[in-house]
């Protein structure tokens, strides 16, 4: 069984897009960096773009996979934010879903306060 994690990036937008991105290792290794991620807003500058560039090397070595998602304003106004979550989190389920066959469990917000 695979377990993505899922989280939204950004404070709740309101005149910009939402993004979100679900990350899938492929490796328990890299397991404590992904948790080490879970709120960028509580992590300093140069934290964030070392974990990115971890993050990175590791998608290109194929150790992990991600998928970002991101929903325009106009999109956000016709389905309210709620609606623009859950169309963010079927995309991602979409891309992992006909990549991995196998079963898939979503971990959305993990270690949301």
């Known amino acids: ?40 807003k509580q992590t300093k500058e ?3 773009e070392r974990l990115f560039e971890l993050l990175v ?20 106004d016709l389905v309210f934010m709620r609606g623009a979550l859950r169309v963010a989190a079927k995309e991602i389920s979409d891309y992992f879903s006909t990549k991995y066959w196998s079963k898939i469990m979503f971990q959305i917000d993990w270690k949301h306060d």
């Open 1 to 40: 069984m695979f377990i993505i994690w899922i989280d939204e990036a950004g404070r709740w937008p309101l005149a910009w897009p939402l993004v979100m991105c679900g990350v899938l290792s492929l490796s328990k290794k890299w397991n404590q960096i992904i948790n080490q991620c879970y709120d960028s």
């Open 46 to 48: 140069a934290e964030r």
């Open 57 to 76: 090397w590791a998608k290109n070595s194929w150790d992990i996979d991600f998928c970002l998602s991101v929903v325009d304003a106009t999109m956000i």
